[in-house]
């Protein structure tokens, strides 16, 4: 069998959640499987509608915080279960854009050997009508830390920390290749750069494609994030054990500027 699959996990967030669904019914090249991964939220899948027919898998949430990574995993191989020969990620707040389905499809079947990125818009936040779901188009302005090919065009060889779980693609294949996310990861954090990095051990490719475009509703956050702090702690601690080097710096150099942390060797402590 072949299929695109999209997976989305999700925590809450109901209303960003039924926009995505609503963004991929108006797609033009729709998902064959739509997988949502519950994590501690039984209310999720009563706000989603039938088009396209989600599977929602609920997954619990561990002591230390949300299981992203383990989340994602699940997903994804539910997916491949259902016949998938391409997987998308998308995060629950991440509306897709008309071509990102059939764009990334095209990409993962044409160079499987390849993880595929596309650009994301950080939106403002939405009116009372909410977002012009048959617009999205006119509101593109894709986040300037990652490259921004044109529709149409691609790139390769991306720096693999660039990696972000907003939105993603790749082969079935390239998929079982990578090992998956890391599910030692647990909370906020982390778990995309290493995700990259397992990319990379694995010999895949991370390129960007400019037809696959997604937009990120609003939302409020913190920057830096403190209320994670613990988490950033923990799995950057984790990654720098891997990986000989701690992720997140810019954010742990503003927590220090702060006075919430103090770097004691290669090590991050709490203050």
Known sequence: MTGVGVVTVAHGRHEHLRAQQETLARSPGRPDVYVVVAMGDPDLEAVLGDDPRPHVVPIDVDPCGLPLAAARNWGMD???????????GLDVDCLAGPGLVSGYADVARGDPGHVW???VTYLDPAGPGGYPLERLADL????????????????HGGDPALFWSLSYALSAEAWHR?????????GYGGEDTDFGQRVAAAGLCLSWVGSARAYHQHHPVSSPPVEHLDDILRN???YCDLWGEWPMRGWLDEMAELGLVVRRGRDYVRA
Do not use: K, Q
Not at 178 to 186: L, P
């Open 78 to 88: 539910l997916a491949c279960d259902l016949g998938c020969d391409v997987l998308v």
């Open 117 to 119: 990125a596309g650009p």
């Open 140 to 155: 593109d302005d894709p986040h300037p830390a990652r490259p921004a090919p044109a529709p149409g065009e691609v790139e």
């Open 178 to 186: 990578s090992g998956g996310f890391d599910e030692r990861y647990v």
């Open 236 to 238: 950057g601690r984790l």
